[in-house]
């Protein structure tokens, strides 16, 4: 569907065929097309635009990554169909390996999302082994790679799942994550949340990336309490 650029709903739209397109290249599940709708809603109740809350938030990511040791950019379905270029962009301007990682699997699904990185220019692609696993989750996503999220001290996953998320904080990781929703799990559990639409702030995350690295090293770490950022977050919802 051509949908033009003068439709009110544009973005949303556009949104929306980007996942559809995703489930017919085998990279994103039916499921995560029920959760980007939950998300779509908070984001309708956001005015569908980024607020300081979240840019104080990409800022405070920004700083995070380029300053870890060992950054890991995790890649789902629905992150992979929606904003694939730019994890690419992402992943060469810190640097940081991408790792799949997915809940509903196959190795058919994690093979085509390989495929699909690689395919838009990807240099390294890490994928999840039974060999070695992060404590504290039961099911497939426990299984990473040992150079990737198994060794990372930072860690980018937008879009994640709550539990993992927490896992993955237990497990001594800072965890980096954009979700619309700030009462959500894993909102609440990351070291920065970035409430916003994906689509959105990874845009400006990559101009704020790139404008640090161009100042060079240090990069010190701003004042930021995700707490208060979620508070903020919430009220603009409530209101």
């Known amino acids: 569907m051509k949908i033009p650029k003068s439709h009110p709903r544009y973005v949303m739209l556009s949104t929306q065929q ?32 980024t607020h300081d809350f979240a840019l ?39 640097p940081a390996p991408l790792e799949v990682n997915i809940f509903h699997t196959s190795k058919k699904r994690e093979s ?3 495929k699909e990185l690689l395919h838009l220019g990807a240099s390294q692609v890490l ?8 404590s504290g989750i ?16 930072v860690v980018f996953v937008p879009l994640e799942d709550g539990d993992r998320c927490q896992a993955l904080v237990k497990n001594k990781k800072k965890v980096i994550t954009v979700d ?3 009462k959500s799990r894993t909102s609440k559990t990351a070291t920065i949340t970035i409430v916003d639409n994906i689509v959105r702030c990874m845009v400006l995350l990559l101009v704020e990336i790139k404008r640090l690295k161009k100042k060079g090293p240090p990069y010190a770490t701003m004042k930021y309490n995700n707490g208060m950022a979620l508070l903020a977050a919430e009220k603009r919802l409530r209101s």
């Open 138 to 153: 039961d099911h497939n996503r426990k299984y990473v790679h040992k150079e990737g999220i198994y060794k990372a001290d």
């Open 56 to 94: 104080k938030a990409i800022d405070a990511a920004a700083r995070l990554l380029l300053k870890a040791k060992h950054p890991i950019i995790s890649v789902n379905g629905n992150v992979l169909a929606l904003v694939g270029k730019e994890l690419i962009q992402l992943s060469k301007a810190i």
């Open 18 to 49: 980007k996942l559809v397109r995703g489930v017919e290249k085998g990279i994103t599940s039916l499921e995560g097309l029920m959760a980007h709708g939950r998300g779509e809603s908070f984001d309708y109740l956001l005015g569908e635009k």
């Open 180 to 182: 619309l929703n700030p």
């Open 112 to 114: 085509a999302m390989k």
């Open 127 to 134: 994928m999840p082994s039974r060999q070695f696993t992060i």
